[in-house]
T-cell receptor, first 114, second 112 residues
Framework: GESVGLHLPTLSVQEGDNSIINCAYSNSASDYFIWYKQESGKGPQFIIDIRSNMDKRQGQRVTVLLNKTVKHLSLQIAATQPGDSAVYFCAENRPTDSWGKLQFGAGTQVVVTP | EPEVTQTPSHQVTQMGQEVILRCVPISNHLYFYWYRQILGQKVEFLVSFYNNEISEKSEIFDDQFSVERPDGSNFTLKIRSTKLEDSAMYFC??????????FGPGTRLLVL
């Protein structure tokens, strides 16, 4: 069935290194994707989004890459810091859904080690 | 920086009781949402709301659920007769446009 999912459930990263979090999606018609960060006991926090007419978008220390050919989304975090430890979700808004209905992936736990 | 707020932060209720979860969206936002997250699982869409009416609801959002925007600032989710399986974290979100959504801190609901 159609789904949004993550390749790696847990990612351990050394402080200062770059992190790469991956996400696969199966609906080739999806045109909008978002990355959220969720710290323990808190709500999802918007990080960055990207539309399907782009293949790369950069924010502060973060870059999202979209490969529509293989239906793959990634989030790169530069110079990972302890405060980056959290669960990261990709989410998509599919054209078959009404606007605003986000389909979330399962999440990747990022653990930053000193 | 404006934030979505939710009350209460925690709610414990008996099965069969009604609960109302409250949210104050970001003030100039027009699009409102409820999601839930069962412990250890992914975030699930419940309902979207715009222009004083439901835009879409998931299969989870059955007749026991309702949403309301009683005034210009609050957005509520009511569960009429709670079940054990309603235990979850409930998140409200709002957006200035139909896509980018900002989430509140959540209400943890425990049904006994």
């Amino acid at each position: 069935g159609e789904s949004v999912g993550l390749h790696l459930p847990t990612l351990s990263v050394q402080e200062g290194d770059n992190s790469i979090i991956n996400c696969a999606y199966s609906n080739s018609a999806s045109d909008y994707f978002i990355w959220y960060k969720q710290e323990s006991g808190k709500g999802p926090q918007f990080i960055i989004d990207i539309r399907s007419n782009m293949d790369k978008r950069q924010g502060q220390r973060v870059t999202v890459l979209l490969n529509k050919t293989v239906k793959h989304l990634s989030l790169q975090i530069a110079a990972t810091q302890p405060g980056d430890s959290a669960v990261y979700f990709c989410a998509e808004n599919r054209p078959t859904d009404s606007w605003g209905k986000l389909q979330f992936g399962a999440g990747t736990q990022v653990v930053v080690t000193p | 920086e404006p934030e979505v707020t939710q009350t209460p932060s925690h709610q414990v209720t008996q099965m069969g009781q009604e609960v109302i979860l409250r949210c104050v969206p970001i003030s100039n936002h027009l699009y409102f949402y409820w999601y839930r997250q069962i412990l250890g699982q992914k975030v699930e869409f419940l309902v979207s709301f715009y222009n004083n009416e439901i835009s879409e609801k998931s299969e989870i959002f059955d007749d026991q659920f309702s949403v309301e925007r009683p005034d210009g600032s609050n957005f509520t989710l009511k569960i009429r007769s709670t079940k054990l399986e309603d235990s979850a974290m409930y998140f409200c979100a709002s957006g200035g446009g139909p896509e980018t959504q900002y989430f509140g801190p959540g209400t943890r609901l425990l049904v006994l």
